[in-house]
């Protein structure tokens, strides 16, 4: 069969995911690197599961969103990161009262090739992990070429 | 007019959608499909306001979001469904403490051309509906082209 | 170095944003429109930062999703508004046990060149506003061309 729209396959080949956990995580007494091993859209394997690392394979504006389903007993913080940027959070206060969170965000991101994306659970934190509840997802939405100015504000 | 762009134009026509619902919907008790009954975007009508069911018009990497508003005296499990396959999931407990509670998730879906992607309540649970709180929505990110190959891990 | 794909950058040059608050806000005794000064990605400046108004460039499918943090004590509601209409809306009640509230929502909205779209607060509800937890975010998806018919429903 005859391959047609060549170059947006390879694009879509490099940088579509989408992922999700399968365990109960946390809480931890530092800070963690949530990794989602089961996938449900990863094409091209820009989403490594066993770092957790989401990497950039060009540069472009990206779009990522996250959930997380996570019992009452303990305080929720899902960061996420880029490199070492602190880009968007979900927090929630532990309750004795209220026997379930949920929470989540979505940003964004302007990346250059080889960035790195990741979340991270905030130290003494939890989330319920499994294979449908705690989810995180990403995708290019535009590739952007070098030597262009954007007016960043 | 001259139309330019047709292409997209056509692949537009028939994939995006966007709904929500506009009742209380739940609890029943057994699980139900949600229906979206007031849409504030439907191109080409590839999401049914009879039936639920958004049907892939096009093989492709489509993104689904869905949030929703209830109240705290049942609980909620909204799941969303590729044919017949869970793929992601909200849910909370009941509480005789917080009034309302707010949850959502999203997922980035290969699908194939004709695939049905819903939205089920969970029996004996509910969520508020009213055509601003509870929604769901969807788009054709990338049409994939038969006959390439993906990794898919 | 040479500029690809020209057409597709100047678009992105006028559409794509995100944004997110960076104080805490409310409650007040009236609406109030949510200006997000913090702008992590705003190729364009489609997002006024300083109306806080996200103004079409052109005639398009657009997908907006916000999510927010607020603390228990007041009720929340965030509507997200078209022009002067009420389009998708997040809220939670006021409670003396559980000590925050996380919500959002997200729609595809078709827009006309030069409509406006925001985030409006509710009067005598309030958000915790920073520059990672409650956010705003947007992005052209697909372009529409004057003169074609689309089979909204």
């Known amino acids: 069969?005859?391959?047609?729209?060549?170059?947006s396959i390879e694009e879509l080949n490099r940088a579509?995911?989408?992922?999700?956990g399968n365990k109960a995580i946390g809480p931890f007494n530092t800070d963690t690197t949530l990794i989602?091993?089961?996938?449900?859209?990863?094409?091209?394997?820009?989403?490594?599961?066993?770092?957790?690392?989401?990497t950039a394979p060009v540069a472009g504006i990206y779009y990522f969103s996250f959930f997380y389903h996570a019992g009452g007993a303990?305080?929720?913080t899902v960061s996420l990161i880029k490199n070492n940027e602190l880009?968007?959070?979900?927090?929630?206060?532990?309750?004795?009262h209220d026997g379930a969170d949920n929470g989540?965000?979505?940003?964004?991101?302007?990346?250059?090739?080889?960035?790195?994306?990741?979340?991270?659970?905030?130290?003494?934190?939890n989330v319920w992990g499994?294979?449908?509840?705690?989810t995180f997802s990403g995708f290019l939405l535009r590739q952007l070429i070098e030597g262009c100015n954007f007016n960043l504000n």
Chains 1, 2, 3 share one sequence.
């Open 1 to 7: 069969m005859r391959i047609k729209y060549r170059n």
């Open 16 to 20: 579509v995911f989408s992922s999700d």
């Open 36 to 54: 989602y091993k089961t996938l449900k859209t990863n094409v091209g394997s820009a989403y490594n599961k066993h770092t957790g690392m989401f």
């Open 74 to 76: 303990h305080p929720v």
């Open 87 to 96: 880009i968007v959070m979900a927090h929630d206060h532990s309750t004795s």
């Open 104 to 125: 989540g965000n979505a940003v964004l991101l302007q990346l250059q090739q080889r960035d790195q994306v990741y979340l991270r659970l905030g130290a003494n934190t």
């Open 130 to 134: 499994n294979n449908v509840v705690t």
